[in-house]
């Protein structure tokens, strides 16, 4: 990006549309309309016209090809640049026959807006519902439907107003919005840049002022509420300074801010943000391309998600998506494809979730997946990636599926944020039995209060080493905790279970269970597990309680784990003798908001303590307090 559009946001809009409805006319008269055609193309272009003996439109300004010209279709993606009311717009022409599907997805997949066009007298073509398809797949929510060539039916509002019910009928269907029904006449030129009195019965905005309202509430949109993400196109260094070098995709970030990276989990301060050649800038937004200067020098590479601590991106390596096959060749089970998110890229493997729907007959299950159809899938990568859900418009929800040789697909990653994983059931003939000693007995006696301590991080991060010396801490001061250790609780509570997501769910669920059994006794519990997913710690949360969980991130970078290797499973791991490992084949998703988060690569065993420490402290937690403190507590709470 130049230093003249700086912060600017260009508007980047596709028309959409079933063959011959008129796309590349009205995009034609859009230019001609603003002024943005020189007088010698206009000249050029109406010779050409002479020559072949057709009649001149506004379309032949974009159909550049000569065979484009003489069969009357788009093939390729044509982009154009003007300017209304002083903003800038990127206009994308797509084409609409389905033999040239992958050119209309290139354009589509940067645009911000979808312009509908439909010839009023053909109405709603199977062409239309499957461009209305795209923009969902794409995640392009908004869209305004233009109801093209009114002049051809005598501008009658009866048809206008049947055509409009039916059309935002079929958007809704899609769960897009329609932002409005315009009617025009694009080879005329009409309610393009104002309403013409033509359409004395309509009484909305001319095309033009319309999507140029559209895109500035985007643009307020982009700039104040959405989560803040970045991608990480690559690290450079020049005069010992490194640069985080990657476009904003979303939000707005200062000088002075923490910052998170997925799927890494590292985090650090941004200390400048600098545009080139060397401008330093106060703050950056959607759509800026810049480079941020850290104050702490840390190892990543191209590929991250940036984002805040408080707003991570989803991290995993089995992803559910909705895509559109855009390729010549069918699917091959037997291929691994290369999916590629943000600036990140992994080979996986393409299945179909357990209950697959077709909705459609556009829709296809594998064996049938060939060009123009779609599917839903389970995409199981060979690393963890990290990612948006498309319903969280505008972030990174979008990807891009390539063989060997060519691009085969594109979609949005599907669902919401991830549920906690459910309580086993209980059977209605098992009572839970009552009338035991009660926690603030048990509290009153020891003269301290229980809690739980839950240790998440990497292999090797130092989880165990730190729950020793905390329970060494706690036993030298008199008081009673217990730890509960991962691999000491596959020898026996947890023995038989394995690493799929099933029984690392189970894992956890057990350790949580027996965890509450302990704190109900008034014991501080100390647990120690690597507990990789999100879901199965907000499970533990719910079942030992959120007044005493207190989540501790023992954080630690990849390559610090990878040199310590305590156990050599690292080792083991990169040998492929360890598969499922956390981390590296299988995700690892950092807590969003942990209670603490500790740097083990930073911080010493003592600094661990002494923060965890002031975890509890500020959390009521007393070390010594006197039996009248915990009777009056107990009372309280009675």
């Known amino acids: 990006m130049t230093q003249e559009t700086i912060g600017e946001q260009i508007g980047k809009i596709v028309i959409v549309g079933h063959v011959d409805h008129g796309k590349s006319t009205l995009l034609g008269r859009i230019l001609m309309d603003c002024g943005q055609i020189p007088e010698d193309r206009i000249a050029y272009v ?21 065979e484009e010209q003489e069969q009357g279709i788009s093939i390729d993606t044509t982009r154009v640049r003007f300017e209304f009311n002083d903003r800038r717009f990127v206009l994308i022409d797509a084409p609409g026959h389905i033999e040239f599907l992958k050119n209309m997805a290139t354009g589509a997949s940067e645009a ?3 312009i509908l066009v439909l010839d009023c007298q053909e109405g709603i073509r199977a062409q239309t519902t499957r461009h209305l398809k795209i923009l969902s797949v794409l995640g392009i929510t908004n869209v305004v439907a233009v109801v093209n060539k009114l002049d051809k039916i005598g501008y009658d509002q009866e048809k206008f107003e049947r055509l409009s019910e039916e059309i935002r009928a079929e958007i809704a269907q899609e769960k897009l919005n329609c932002v409005a029904v315009v009617p025009i006449s694009a080879l005329n030129g009409e309610n393009i840049v104002s309403v013409s009195k033509n359409f004395p019965w309509y009484f909305g905005q001319a095309l033009l002022p319309l999507i140029d309202s559209q895109h500035a509430t985007l643009t307020v949109q982009a700039k104040s509420s959405a989560p803040f993400r970045m991608l990480l196109q690559d690290v450079y260094k020049f005069d010992d300074e490194r640069y985080f070098a990657g476009r904003v995709v979303s939000g707005k970030i200062t000088p002075g801010t923490q910052i998170f990276f997925s799927p890494s989990g590292k985090m650090a301060k941004v200390e400048a943000i600098v545009q080139f050649p060397n401008k330093r800038l106060p703050e950056a937004v959607s759509g800026d391309s810049i480079a941020l200067i850290l104050s702490d020098q840390i190892f990543v590479e191209r590929g991250e998600i940036i984002s805040f601590p408080n707003q991570i991106p989803e991290t995993d390596n089995e992803i559910r998506a909705q895509i559109a096959w855009v390729s010549t060749h069918p699917f091959d089970p037997d291929n691994e494809y290369l999916v590629k998110i943000g600036t990140n890229e992994s080979y996986c493997k393409i299945t179909m979730p357990e209950s697959n729907h077709l909705e459609s007959e556009m829709f296809a299950d594998l064996a049938n997946l060939a060009n123009g159809t779609f599917a839903h899938v389970v995409l199981k990568a060979k690393k963890p990636l990290a990612y948006d859900h498309s319903s969280q418009s505008g972030l990174v929800s979008n990807l891009v599926i390539c063989s060997k ?7 949005s990653i599907e669902g919401k ?15 839970c039995e009552t009338g035991y000693v009660e926690r603030t007995e048990f509290e009153r006696e020891k003269k301290h209060k229980g809690t739980v301590l839950w240790l998440t991080g990497l292999s090797g991060a130092g989880k165990s080493t730190l729950a020793k010396k905390l329970q060494r801490q706690f036993f ?18 947890c023995a038989g279970l394995g690493f799929s997501r099933e029984d690392r769910a189970e894992n956890i ?49 990849m390559e610090v784990c990878e040199e310590r290797d305590p156990k050599g499973l690292y080792a083991k791991a990169k040998d492929g003798k360890l598969p499922s490992f956390s981390g590296r084949d299988m995700p690892y998703q950092p807590p969003q908001e942990p209670a603490l988060r500790l740097d083990s690569s930073k911080m010493t065993v003592e600094e661990e303590m002494k923060a965890i420490t002031q975890l509890l402290a500020g959390r009521g937690f007393s070390f010594g307090e006197t039996q009248t403190v915990v009777q009056q507590k107990a009372t309280t709470k009675s």
């Open 417 to 431: 944020s991830q549920e906690a994983s459910k309580a086993v059931a209980i059977d209605r003939n098992v009572t």
């Open 509 to 557: 669920r057990r350790v949580a269970q027996a965890a509450k059994l302990f704190l109900d006794t008034g014991t501080i519990v100390i647990v120690a597990v690597i507990s990789p997913y999100a879901k199965d710690r907000e499970l533990a949360k719910q079942i030992i309680g959120a007044q005493d969980f207190n989540e501790v991130f023992v954080f630690c970078p």
């Open 112 to 114: 911000e807006l979808g």
């Open 46 to 66: 109406q010779k050409i016209c002479q020559d072949k003996g057709v009649v001149f439109e506004p379309a032949f300004f974009l159909d550049a090809l000569q």
């Open 405 to 411: 040789y060519e691009t085969v697909a594109f979609g």
């Open 476 to 493: 030298e001061q008199g008081m009673q905790a217990v730890v509960l250790d991962g691999d000491n609780l596959r020898h026996g509570l």
